[in-house]
């Protein structure tokens, strides 16, 4: 080990820490403002975590069977994967979907296809995440033609459209239309699920991607904080109340190898979020001064040498996701590195968050490391250096600007080098990778994709188009055009689009078509 060992963000790990390295101490208890030891004054003693794993593959059915395999084993939310053709606004049938139907995520094209996807699940009683962004309107959409097939009122749908299309541009790349043009989808999907479907997460801000990327923890909290200082802001000069958007705002983190950092960034993030909300934005309630989020174990962390070494890593990260306060969990399968998860990944996978509810006690202390002198420390160290960051942001004239002026992309790019580099140099070890590489292990069996999904799912989409009312269909995307190039609510126009039978391609054409794609530099 280094003499002067540091952390991801810098933070120099001292021998000892004393009261002498602790600041100012947070005297506040778990559910106090501001919140930095959780969001609820008795945590995990009242209701554990939301055990909220991540699936998709294939096609609806394909994986709807999945969906009801994981609820037989004990989830307590569904959470869903798209590929990257329902990501981007493209049909099965369209040429650059080729190759890549059902491989990532399950393949959506139409209201159809969400119908089969929920099929047998009750959705007044499960709540479902979508990690979607550019097409986020458009996947809500079906959901909500959905549970009105069922005659099952919008009012009691809960779940998350995590409509995050800043992080698009800094870390991930799944955007289709110019920044603000898309600015403008997020807010209107906000604007929308207030009025007509309130318990709805409108947006789950999120620095997951920002972390995969390359960021350290105060660049992951900074620039995940900063996009939803840019999201407040938009629906705020839409005309909406903070207090009837922000506690409908969620995060969603990473969560990464150096525990006892990991655990210091989550009070970090949610101190550093309720004074933002109660100094600039004046906010009221203190259900907006919550920073209520979700987390995913650190998919760049896994490795594709002895994979079985990846259960190890992700129950350290689960563990800190714990400790850290977290609302809900999805932890990683040991062969993502390899392939999509299997059954048995996926049930070892939850089964570690079962094990840390209920056989480690963890969750028997609203805050077990509170008064850790070395959590104290690093959580101001975390927060200052996240403040320092937002406040460049600030004077570059927001998040937007900065995106554009490249600033979190290029400090991201920065800090990915830093860290390969000295992965490389064996300066930092990866068990399997660059230390203790004897004994590889054969890889296990991974999940296959079979190549019938992607004709199955063109031919499932042009029956749709050759069957339903053409002349519906056409009126409600001319609606959406006239809404797109005028100011009227475009999620409203893509649920009528989704009544009508209208495909995730079509809905995205027509967009394109008045907002034009954005192709990055």
């Not at 003499?3 to 106090?32: F, H, M, Q, W």
């Not at 999201?231 to 409908?248: C, F, M, Q």
């Not at 994709?449 to 409600?476: T, W």
Request: proline fraction near 4%; charge should be negative.
């Amino acid at each position: 080990m280094a003499k002067n060992p540091r952390t991801t963000s810098g933070i120099e790990v001292k021998p000892v820490y004393s009261r002498e390295d602790v600041a100012a101490p947070d005297a506040s208890l778990p559910g106090e403002f501001p919140f930095t030891r959780g969001i609820h004054a008795s945590m995990y003693r009242g209701r554990l975590w939301t055990m909220r794993q991540y699936a998709g593959f294939g096609s609806a059915r394909d994986t709807n069977s999945r969906y009801h395999f994981l609820l037989k084993q004990g989830i307590t939310g569904l959470s869903v994967a798209f590929d990257l053709p329902t990501q981007m606004g493209r049909d099965p049938d369209h040429a650059l979907s080729r190759g890549e139907v059902g491989r990532v995520g399950v393949s959506i094209a139409s209201a159809d296809d969400m119908a089969l996807l929920l099929e047998g699940i009750p959705l007044q009683d499960v709540s479902i995440s979508m990690t979607i962004n550019a097409t986020a309107a458009t996947l809500l959409a079906f959901l909500l033609v959905v549970a009105e097939r069922r005659g099952v009122p919008w009012t009691a749908l809960r779940g998350t459209t995590q409509n995050d299309i800043l992080k698009e541009y800094v870390a991930r790349g799944t955007y289709i239309y110019p920044p603000r043009p898309a600015m403008r989808l997020v807010t209107d999907l906000i604007a929308f699920c207030s009025q007509s479907v309130p318990q709805w997460n409108t947006i789950s801000v999120s620095g997951y991607h920002i972390r995969e990327a390359g960021s350290t923890a105060v660049e992951e909290v900074a620039f995940t904080l900063a996009d939803g200082i840019a999201y407040i802001e938009a629906a705020l000069a839409r005309g909406l109340a903070v207090d009837d958007v922000a506690p409908r705002v969620a995060f969603f983190f990473n969560c990464h190898n150096n525990f006892l950092e990991e655990v210091a960034k989550f009070r970090a993030a949610r101190r550093l979020w309720a004074s933002i909300m109660s100094e600039r934005f004046k906010a009221k309630d203190p259900k907006s001064m919550m920073l209520r989020f979700h987390t995913q174990t650190a998919g760049s962390s896994l490795t594709a040498q002895q994979p079985h070494n990846n259960v190890v890593r992700t129950t350290i990260q689960a563990l800190a996701a714990v400790l850290g306060g977290t609302q809900s969990l999805h932890t990683n399968g040991f062969d993502e590195a390899l392939g999509l998860p299997t059954e048995e990944s996926a049930r070892i996978a939850l089964r570690t968050q079962q094990i840390i509810a209920d056989e480690s006690g963890v969750a028997a202390s609203a805050d077990p490391l509170g008064g850790s002198y070395l959590i104290e420390s690093w959580t101001d160290s975390i927060e200052q250096g996240a403040r320092t960051r937002i406040e460049k942001i600030d004077a570059m004239g927001g998040m937007l600007s900065a995106i554009e002026q490249r600033y979190p992309q290029g400090e991201i790019e920065n800090s990915s080098y830093l860290a390969q580099r000295a992965v490389e140099s064996g300066e930092a070890g990866v068990v399997g990778v660059n230390v203790n590489r004897e004994g590889d292990e054969q890889s296990p069996a991974i999940q296959a994709i079979d190549a019938a999904v992607e004709s199955g799912q063109i031919e499932r989409v042009r029956k749709l188009r050759g069957e339903r009312d053409a002349a519906r269909a056409s009126a409600a995307l001319a609606a959406l055009g006239q809404a797109a190039a005028g100011d009227g609510n475009l999620t409203a126009a893509i649920v009528d689009c989704a009544r009508a039978s209208c495909t995730v391609g079509e809905i995205s054409d027509i967009l394109r078509g008045t907002f034009g794609e954005f192709h990055g530099e």
